[in-house]
């Protein structure tokens, strides 16, 4: 008698349910909540044209060679105390093999406040450095030739100066700005979202990004004039897919900005660059960066019209979950970190951050630094992981789950159209009971340990070992406040009194505000009095806080 | 059987500081609100002198603080101090974030009642509360 053959997929699913199941009571989903299958096979992919690195629509990675022709770069992002401390800090990391800068200001600067302002008072040089004017930023890329090397610099409200005062030091330098090559945040709209360093409203704002977006286009042409970042959307407790939803979002509502404004697709989208989070659901994080490209290759060439291949390309910076880091058993963090700096190099990205241990505590030490920056050296040397090109296309598992993030971002993208556009939406509320909701349900997760975090809510030890932390010394801030009345008082007052006039005057206008900008901190202005004259024409934003 | 008071205990979160980070804030707000508490939570940027303003308007008894800006040794004895000067002593002060051991002890001298550390489980903050006002608090 003839047996017709089972299909093979039915018996191993009869098999499967047969077997004994953990029934640990924990989730069987993603961190973000994606429900997972036990095991994905060719069914789960749907059958699509091939998909080769290098080519549109890039979801295996924007070059052709991949890691092969250049790794990516080792970006630690750092900053503390003063500008002469963080030059040391600066050159420590230069000297142990960092490829890139990346500057971490302290919450006065990133306030758009000087360091003797009443509300700087405990905040200087905590948790960054601290920078005034002109003057420390000469002091704090001393003997570092900005022709050379390329700079990152995390600020939002505020970019425009600390820009304008990064040329103004490359000048000092004989640099050209069109020989500087570097990153600046710049991306107001996820503040709005989720980090919260609003200064402006959202429409002069969004005004002074396309200012600055537009200026470097002509003079600035190497620097990436934005790096629209879903990093702080997810630490705010965002879901994988909100974070790429609402980031790529953001990244269209800043499109249609300099479109409004007259440019042309092409003559800046390529300058236009990401930055993603790497959470420590290892193939979530994958899936996610690889939609990411896709995407935003998709919007760029069939929605926006782009012609140039490199408008379609999506190149981010990657920081590890800053998040998901526990002052429990601090150690466990270099781990964490690991397999974070892991999933965003198999997803493809340009630069990485690797969190030291110790950073849920202060400022990472320098050892704690060293060791975050060898874990990518580590990674990148001694794995083999960059040897082949995603490495992990084709695997029915990450290609569906890339897929279902495309899924869900395309929904967001539909909702967010609905309520009229990214600022409304910011305005209504959206993303920030979007994020609120999701960072509650993740909190409730834990506290019912359906969701397991190693120290915190199983694993614990009962003596925790203090580790060793970076102090700030607390007589820095009056120093720092020394320094800048030294700077009002040995520069040209008229001068930089003209300047912030003429700032104040093309605010009240449409000019684009850059030269005026800097003009104003060539006459050492401070940081603080150029946010002021643009305040003053330009007026504040109170968010209305929703729990 | 339930205990219900006739008032529940009132608190004013707020997040003091230049920094922005407020998933913390809300989480703890939501999870104290869903335990039984009146909870008025004054969003952003928070200077001493307006939370108190907040908790001295809203008669609340509890003011937590939340901090991840790396400024809590100046700014939550900054809102001890502020609470003497205006003769309001009796308000019990908390406070969370991104805060060292070694400045926990600290700010207890300095007149802070309880400290919570990333990781805290919400249960403790309320167990805290429950111990700290054990008559006025409605039990869910």
């Known amino acids: ?547 | 059987m339930a205990k219900v008071a006739a008032k529940p205990v009132r608190i004013v979160v707020a997040k003091v500081g230049l920094d922005g980070h407020d998933r913390g804030v809300k989480v703890v707000a939501r999870a104290l609100r869903d335990a039984g508490y009146e909870v008025i939570y004054t969003g952003l940027r928070q200077t001493p002198e307006m939370v108190v303003d907040a908790a001295l308007q809203e008669d609340a008894q509890v003011i937590g603080l939340s901090i991840h800006s790396g400024a809590h040794m100046t700014l939550f004895p900054a809102v001890v101090d502020e609470l003497k000067r205006r003769d309001a002593t009796d308000i019990v002060v908390f406070g969370g974030g991104i805060i060292p051991d070694d400045d926990i002890a600290a700010l207890k001298k300095r007149g802070v009642a309880e400290i919570f550390t990333p990781g805290t489980p919400l249960q403790e903050i309320v167990d805290w509360l429950r111990k700290r006002f054990p008559e006025q608090t409605r039990k869910p």
């Open chain 1, 1 to 547: 008698m003839k047996v017709r053959a089972r299909d093979p997929k039915q018996v191993w699913q009869e098999e499967f349910e047969a077997s004994p199941s953990r029934d640990d009571g924990l989730e069987t989903s993603t961190i973000s909540g994606i429900p997972l299958q036990p095991l994905y096979t060719t069914a789960d992919v749907p059958r699509r044209e091939e998909e080769l690195p290098g080519r549109y629509p890039y979801t295996r990675g924007i070059h052709p060679s991949g890691y092969r022709g250049r790794l990516w770069t080792m970006r630690q992002f750092s900053g503390f105390a003063t500008a002469a401390e963080t030059n040391r800090r600066y050159k420590y990391l230069l000297a142990n093999g960092q490829t890139g800068l990346s500057v971490a200001f302290d919450m006065p600067t990133l306030m758009g406040q000087d360091s003797d302002a009443p509300t700087s008072r405990g905040e200087v040089g905590h948790c960054g450095v601290a920078i005034d004017s002109l003057a420390d930023m000469e002091t704090l890329f001393d003997g570092i030739p900005l022709g050379e090397i390329t700079t990152s610099m995390t600020i939002n409200s505020p970019a425009a100066i600390l820009l304008c005062m990064y040329i103004a030091v490359a000048e000092k330098q004989g640099v050209p700005p069109s020989q500087l090559g570097g990153t600046l945040q710049n991306d107001i709209l996820k503040e709005f979202i989720a980090q919260k360093e609003f200064i402006f409203p959202p429409s002069p704002s969004m005004r002074l990004v396309v200012d600055s977006i537009e200026y470097c286009a002509r003079e600035v042409p190497k620097w990436n004039t934005i790096s629209i970042s879903g990093y702080h959307i997810r630490e705010a407790g965002s879901t994988a897919a909100q974070e790429l939803a609402f980031t790529l979002a953001d990244g269209m509502a800043y499109v249609d900005a300099c479109l409004e404004r007259g440019m042309h697709i092409d003559d800046f989208a390529s300058r236009l660059s990401f930055f993603f989070d790497a959470h420590i659901d290892f193939f979530e994080e994958i899936a996610k960066f690889r939609a990411a490209r896709r995407i935003w290759a998709r919007w760029m060439r069939e929605r926006y019209g782009a012609q140039l291949e490199r408008s379609w390309k999506l190149r981010f910076h990657t920081q590890t979950a800053g998040v998901s880091l526990t002052a429990q058993q601090p150690e466990l963090n270099i781990a964490r970190t690991a397999v974070e700096a892991l999933a965003a190099v198999l997803g493809g990205t340009q630069s990485l951050h690797t969190n030291a241990m110790d950073e849920v505590l202060a400022l990472p030490t320098d050892r704690a630094a060293r060791i975050a920056l060898r874990t990518q050296q580590l990674l990148a040397y001694e794995t083999g992981v960059a040897n082949t090109i995603d490495p992990l296309g084709g695997s029915y598992f990450v290609e569906s789950l890339t897929d279902e993030m495309e899924r869900q971002a395309e929904a967001y993208f539909k909702r967010i159209e609905e309520i009229g556009g990214v600022i409304p939406a910011i305005e209504a509320g959206f993303f920030q009971k979007e994020i609120a909701d999701a960072a509650f349900r993740y909190q409730k997760e834990l506290e019912q340990k359906r969701r397991i975090v190693v120290g915190v809510n199983d694993f614990t030890v009962d003596d925790e070992e203090p580790i060793e932390i970076l102090r700030i010394d607390p007589r820095l801030e009056s120093e720092q406040a020394g320094r800048v009345s030294e700077v009002r008082r040995k520069r040209d007052g008229a001068r930089c009194t003209n300047a912030l006039n003429r700032l104040r005057k093309a605010a009240a206008g449409t000019d684009n505000l850059m030269p005026y900008i800097l003009d104003a901190v060539r006459a050492y202005a401070t940081e603080g009095e150029i946010m002021q004259a643009m305040i003053e024409v330009f007026g504040t934003y109170t968010e209305t806080a929703v729990v």
